[in-house]
C-alpha cells in the first residue's frame, strides 16, 4: 500500500499505467458491470479504476491529487459485516449502520493518512491540502466503499446511487457533491455526506429532496 500525489494531464500515460497496476492487484471493479455514467465518471475524471471487492483507491488532497491504494484485510471486512449486520431490522437501521461503516472507513484512513486532523468542509482556503478531504474526495470514496459493501452483499434496503450535485449562484448556495443511497422499496434517494463533517463525525443522511435546500 502506498501514498502517492496525483501528477498533471501531462503525466496522464503514468497515472493509467498505475492504473493497470491496480487492476491487477485489486481484481475487477465491484458492480463496474453496472456502473451508471454519473458514477463511472467520479473515476475516470482522475484517471482511477473504480473500487473492486479486494479494494479501493482513496482520494484525499482536493480533487484526489493525493492517493492511497487501501487493501482490505478479511479483518477489515469482518468489521464492516459486523457494522452492517447491526442495521438489517429496517432501511433506517441499515442507514445507520452506513453511517457507522463511513466512521469506520474514516478512523481507518485517519491515522495512515493524516487525516485525522481534518476539518469540517474543508476547502482550498485552508491551505491544507495533506491533512483534508475536499467534497469530491469524499463522494469518491463514500462511493468506494459503498460500492464494496454492495458487492459484499451487506445491503439489504438500498443500492449505490448517482452522486448528487447542489450550487445556485443566484441564492448563493455554495457548490457541493454527495455519494447517494437509493432505497429500494421507495425508490427514495438518501445522501451520505461526510464533508460536512469533521474526522469521525457521524454523516449527514438525509432524502435528496432536503439535501439540496441547504448551503
Known amino acids: 500500500m502506498r501514498v502517492t500525489r496525483g501528477k498533471s494531464n501531462a503525466r496522464w500515460f503514468g497515472a493509467l499505467a498505475a492504473a493497470a497496476l491496480a487492476a491487477a492487484w485489486f481484481g475487477a471493479p465491484a458492480g463496474a458491470a453496472e456502473l451508471s ?17 479486494k479494494g479501493m483507491t482513496v482520494c484525499y488532497g482536493f480533487v484526489c491529487r493525493r492517493r492511497y491504494e487501501l487493501a482490505f484485510s478479511a479483518g477489515d471486512r469482518a468489521a464492516l459485516s459486523r457494522i452492517m449486520a447491526s442495521g438489517k431490522a429496517s432501511a433506517a437501521a441499515e442507514r445507520a449502520a452506513v453511517q457507522k461503516a463511513v466512521v469506520w472507513l474514516d478512523r481507518r484512513l485517519g491515522p495512515v493518512l493524516g487525516t485525522d486532523k481534518r476539518i469540517a468542509r474543508a476547502d482550498f482556503r485552508y491551505f491544507d491540502d495533506k491533512h483534508n478531504f475536499d467534497c469530491w474526495d469524499t463522494t469518491r470514496n463514500t462511493t468506494s466503499l459503498l460500492l464494496v459493501m454492495q458487492e459484499w452483499g451487506l445491503f439489504k434496503y438500498h443500492s449505490v446511487g448517482d452522486p448528487k450535485y447542489r450550487g445556485n449562484v443566484l441564492v448563493l448556495q455554495t457548490p457541493h457533491n454527495t455519494a447517494v443511497l437509493t432505497e429500494r422499496a421507495t425508490g427514495t434517494q438518501w445522501v451520505v455526506d461526510m464533508w460536512t463533517r469533521a474526522y469521525a463525525q457521524t454523516p449527514e443522511v438525509m432524502p435528496v429532496d432536503q439535501w439540496v435546500k441547504l448551503d
Open 37 to 53: 455514467s454519473q458514477v463511472s465518471y467520479l473515476y475516470s475524471s482522475v484517471s482511477i479504476f473504480p473500487p473492486s471487492a
